[in-house]
């Protein structure tokens, strides 16, 4: 089965910034709606953002609403999520996944899961 693979993560202090990548070797992200999910300890994985197949539409959870930006570049097959201002309460592994359409209802994973990449925000 095809995964995504997500890249991108790592330890920085709260204020900080990331971006992710995700891409896919053996499936073309281009012709499909593409979404960012997290899990943090002890919780269920959460909708982060998602965007549209033309990079037209997106959708971001409250929590993230002018901190994190989310970009495809089809020409390279990837999908990226840049975070800034980034808080504790960020921490989890972050991961992609295509999702259905209809994203002005949220993002609703629709394809399989990579190993995702963790984020640790602390000081």
């Known amino acids: 089965q095809v995964q995504p693979v997500e890249s991108g993560g790592g330890l920085v202090q709260p204020g900080g910034s990331l971006r992710l990548s995700c891409t896919s070797s053996g499936f073309r992200l281009n012709s499909n709606a593409v979404g960012w999910f997290r899990q943090a300890p002890g919780k269920e994985r959460e909708g982060v953002s998602c965007i549209s197949s033309s990079g037209l539409v997106t959708n971001y959870a409250d929590s993230v609403k002018g901190r994190f930006t989310i970009t495809r570049d089809n020409a390279k097959n990837t999908v990226y999520l840049q975070m800034n201002s980034l808080k504790p309460e960020d921490t989890g592994v972050y991961y992609c996944?295509?999702?259905?359409?209809?994203?002005?209802?949220?993002?609703?994973?629709?394809?399989?899961w990579g190993q995702g990449t963790q984020v640790t925000v602390s000081s």
């Open positions: 996944t295509t999702t259905m359409s209809g994203l002005a209802i949220g993002c609703r994973p629709a394809g399989s």
